[in-house]
């Protein structure tokens, strides 16, 4: 089953997004910290990351910057309630 990561420092967005994942058949993991994503390390190149690009501790450019570092070939869906520009 493919997992599908979902971080994003707004838990009840997080949560909002995870019930979706559930829905649609898919194992849904959710991280309010980028930091602890990596710690956990449960992703791989097959994973599906949702990643909100504006967050306090480690923000999702510098999550797109780890996971390049790591060579992961995950696919990832941006999001970002900042403003329409973002």
């Not at 420092?9 to 997004?17: F, K, R, T, V």
């Not at 599906?48 to 510098?62: C, H, R, S, V, Y």
């Not at 996971?67 to 999001?79: T, Y």
Request: proline share 1%; hydrophobic share 45%; aromatic share 8%.
């Amino acid at each position: 089953m493919t997992e599908i990561f979902i971080i994003d420092d707004e838990e009840s967005i997080a949560e909002m997004l995870a019930e979706v994942v559930t829905l649609s058949g898919f194992l849904a993991n959710i991280y309010t910290d980028g930091i602890l994503f990596f710690q956990e390390n449960k992703f791989n190149d097959n994973s599906i990351i949702i990643l909100d690009l504006n967050m306090p501790t480690m923000d999702g450019i510098e999550v797109i910057r780890e996971l390049s570092n790591n060579k992961c070939k995950a696919s990832l869906i941006l999001m970002s309630g900042y403003d329409n520009s973002v």
